[in-house]
């Protein structure tokens, strides 16, 4: 969006002068890091693009402080949520019932909306919150005049799961009459989530698609980083990464890749993730010690260590993928398959792109795995990324901020001009 990225064009000079524009951040989090780090990539985005403006991230993350937030930017921690199946949550922490989780929270963020008063508010894949424990406080919000924003990543799921799960609620007639946008984290050439969600016409004029969301890298290199691949001494072993990203469900992945590291010509790191479970975690470490494979529980930046290893080996979550194929670092992809198949599809996806290769769940053992990291090692880096950046956009979190404030920008309008500023801007995405 040239409004966005730029502030040379005339409403885009606006953006910089919307002061005091509150924005609220609304994530449920109730398995993994993705959501949580896509906003806070879209957060750190908005405050360098409008210094003024204060963001506050309304999350279940338990680890959320530990991504580096910046000035501006704060958080709600909010009781957290353990997914038990699609669309069912309990307590993670807490011994209380469902309902009563849900009130708890429902409670925290209405009171959010109406002490921090956000002129908007950016919602996560549940357009009311999950089980619409943030519809009360979305409802406070339009009344008092703000405006609401969905973020959507690139694929939710099977097509006909999310029929199925919308259907239910009348879902696309419900979207359309409560958001103002839908933002698409994703490319509509990679995945048309107009077409296969089948949104209403006036869901999809109001749909912009931003590109893929990575999150910057912080100008302090990560401690557990190795040197660069390109740089390693003739002699040296390739050195390949493991990560299951949070760390939830990566134990098989992780045990595998452990065992296939043993005896191999490169040399095998691991990343367990900070919500691997304990016990799980206390067999990983004991398998890396005799596999002579290193192992760390969590690394806070992550992708500062894709440019450093010779290939990677993750799940297809969005972000770790998204961030392994904006760096250029030959990738073996293991996608999760259950609850959803959405890690499946964004696999298939970027496999058909030449951008990784993807050894499915049921195909998954020591054997094909070794095979697989061998096949990748050595790939060129400069001839990926070059099919990288020719078939992806990774502008995503800047993008998104852009329509964020102009929409906050336009809220701020006299009535009379907001419709046709707000039309004009549409226009230049």
Known sequence: MMLAENKRTENGGALSRCPGSRFLFYSHDGVGLGHTRRHLAVARALIEMS???????????????????????????????????????????LRIAVSEIRALRSALLRAAVKAYRPTVVLVDKHPFGVKGEFRAGLEDLRAAGGRTVL????????????????????????????????????????????????????????????????????????????????????????VVLATAGGGEDGFLLLQTF??????????????????SPGPELKTLQRLAARANVRLYPFVSELSQMFPTVDALVCMGGYNTLVEAVSTGVPTVCVPRIIPRREQLIRARAFERLG????????????????????????????????????????????????????LAWVRQLPPRLRLKNWSTAKKTA
């Open 51 to 93: 210094p003024e403006s204060s963001v506050l991230l309304a999350t279940g993350s338990e680890i959320v402080s530990r991504l580096a937030p910046m000035q501006a930017i704060d958080i709600l921690k909010l009781p957290g949520l353990r997914k038990v199946s699609n669309e069912e949550y309990a307590s993670r922490r």
């Open 151 to 238: 973020g959507l990543r690139d694929i939710l799921d099977e097509p006909s799961h999310v029929l199925e799960e919308w259907s239910a609620y009348r879902m696309q007639e419900r979207m359309a009459e409560s958001c103002d946008l839908v933002l698409i984290y994703g490319d509509r050439a990679v995945f048309d989530p107009i077409a296969e969600y089948q949104f209403s016409d006036v869901l999809a004029a109001r749909t912009c698609f931003c590109g893929y969301v990575v999150n910057e890298k912080e100008a302090e290199p990560a401690s557990e980083s190795c040197p660069p691949a390109s740089s390693r001494e003739q002699g040296v072993p390739p």
């Open 258 to 275: 452990i065992h296939a590291a043993a005896g191999a010509p490169w040399e095998g790191v691991a990343v367990a993730g900070p919500m």
């Open 355 to 406: 951008l990784v290769s993807v050894v499915e769940p049921e195909s998954l053992d020591v054997e094909n795995l070794r095979q697989a990291i061998h096949q990748v090692v050595g790939t060129p880096r400069r001839e990926l990324l070059r099919r990288v950046h020719s078939a992806l956009s990774f502008d995503g979190a800047r993008r998104a901020a852009g329509h964020l404030l102009t």
